[in-house]
């Protein structure tokens, strides 16, 4: 009974502030200069002196700075740790029955994978994710029973590949509507999970399946979407009630022009999609924010596939990934300006730097 009244109280709260605040925020995230950057001497355009007030800079040439404002601002020197202690929040809420999307976003090269999946040693949000939920599932064993299983899709060139089959089939797959409100994609594998190796072995065998196929692994995972699901049944032991959310944790395909010159035949091709597919997500979360009557959810597989997850009560976290260098300045400035209409909150005209 405590842990509903308390359940009780965070719903109230989450709604009050939603009213506020609206559910989607956007953390940016700089990556360091790499080794390349370094002996290149490219030097840093992004200034973190306001980034704990969630304030950027950007140096876009001679003395002038443009201002973005986000949610959280991550600086080269904050860790996976701090990363995950301001997303945590919102991922728990799925053990509260909220269906919850986390997305990176970024140009090739921004750390979207390393936020994302991390490193064995230095593990990301996913991993860190589920450990959390167990952690937290078995804190409320007494009052609740959570069953937790994960599927892995990518999406590429607007088709659907489910990353655990053990055998591909020839049939397409499509996203459904199961129910009223409920989409999902029938026939994908949904793995049952009870422990953290487990979890770790399904992570790994969706990477290993991503490769299949592909001559270069690293480009193929520029170019497609990889998203995890983790499906939560709850049941209340007390008073028997039962709910089900999921919780999308999707690396996005880069968000990089390509090259006018390189731009031919199946590039071509995958460019249009990705393309089209990270303006759709654009379109349907900042149609959410501004409270917009039609949600433009079908002109895309990634957010087709996530319409029951984006909206609604659910709640949306995406961190915007960038470059320092002044190299990249162009997709910076591209990506920033992405998300600050994602967010759907404008700032006024670039302020000259004192
Ligand atoms: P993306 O998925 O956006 O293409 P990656 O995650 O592959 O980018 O990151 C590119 C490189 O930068 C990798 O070698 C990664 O380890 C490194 N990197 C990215 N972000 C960070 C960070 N915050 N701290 C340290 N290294 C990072």
Redesign the pocket.
Known sequence: LKYSEEQAKRKKLHNQIQEAKGNIRVFC????L?KEEISARYSTVVDFDAAKDGDLGVLTGGSTKKHFKFDRV?T?K???VDVFVDASPMVVSVLDGYNVCIF?Y????????????G?EH?RGVNYRTVEELFKVANERSETFSYSISVSVLEVYNEQIRDLLATSQTSKKLEVKQASEGVHHVPGVVEAKVENLKQVWDVLQAGSNSRAVGSNNV?EH??RSHCMLCIMVKSKNLITGECTNSKLWLV?LA?SERLAKTDVQGERLKEAQNINRSLSALGDVISALANKSSHIPYRNSKLTHILQDSLGGDSKTLMFV?ISPSENDLGETLSSLNFATRVRGVELGPAKKQI
């Open positions: 995230r700089c990556r360091p790499s991550f080269p904050d860790d996976q990176a970024g140009q090739t090269g921004t750390g979207k994978t390393f936020t994302m999946e490193t230095n690293n995972s520029s690396d880069g990934q």
